[in-house]
């Protein structure tokens, strides 16, 4: 059982470059997450798409652009990379059928660095 | 809006002593409420949930967390700390719309022998 899949693993950006993360799940999940790490902040919610065709922001959005390109992937893009997108970057899927009662299953997480 | 706040960053304790974790929530709505722990350089995984069945609720490698309404919170207990323990430790509550988790600020767990 894949799960959650991210990729990539570590990626070392220059500001102003742009890059995109991938997540795949294959759990048959309707919503998906992107979220933050940081050191002493917890995990902060980037977007996240509830179901398939919908997207929303999260607590910290800005700078961010996300597609839930199928079910199975939802992709995050830093358009102009910022050294405070320095971070690890986490997806993670939810069946999505019990609101608020869902379980999150996460990646293993990206770990992007912006110079 | 709902939040989580976890009061401690790092909380260490013995091999085989109790382990308290603490989480505080805020909630315009009856809560759903959860543990996740993190081993390093891993994903997170859930320890336990809360969904209104029970107050005292049962996870994963003998911990528990108990609901108190009347205190806000949902404090993580083991009886007993192994080794093993020595993690991150996050609570989360389910967003208004019941669409996502917030997650709180998180614990980190040492356990020396």
């Known amino acids: 059982n894949a799960g959650v899949t991210q990729t990539p693993k570590f990626q070392v950006l220059k500001t102003g470059q742009s890059m995109t993360l991938q997540c795949a799940q294959d759990?048959?999940?309707?919503?998906m997450y992107w979220y933050r790490q940081d050191p002493g902040m917890g995990l902060r919610l980037i977007y996240y798409s509830a179901s398939e065709g919908t997207t929303d922001k999260g607590e910290v959005p800005n700078g961010y652009n996300v597609s839930r390109l199928n079910k199975r992937e939802f992709s995050l893009r830093l358009e102009s990379a910022a050294p405070s997108q320095t971070s690890v970057y986490f997806c993670?899927?939810?069946?999505?059928?019990?609101?608020?009662?869902?379980?999150?299953?996460f990646g293993a997480g990206s770990r992007l660095t912006v110079l | 809006a709902q939040s989580v706040t976890q009061l401690g960053s790092h909380v260490s304790v013995s091999e085989g002593a109790l382990v308290l974790l603490r989480c505080n929530y805020s909630s315009s709505v009856p809560p759903y409420l959860f543990w996740y722990v993190q081993y390093p350089n891993q994903g997170l995984q859930l320890l336990l949930k809360y969904t209104s069945a029970a107050t005292l609720v049962k996870g994963i490698n003998g911990f528990e967390a108990e609901f108190k309404k009347s205190e806000t919170s949902f404090h993580l207990t083991k009886p007993s700390a192994h080794m093993s323990d020595a993690a991150e430790y996050f609570c989360a509550v389910s967003n208004q719309a019941g669409t996502a988790l917030i997650f709180g600020k998180g614990t980190t767990l040492s356990v020396s022998s």
């Open positions: 759990m048959n999940h309707n919503s």
């Open positions: 993670a899927s939810s069946d999505g059928t019990v609101s608020g009662a869902n379980v999150l299953t």
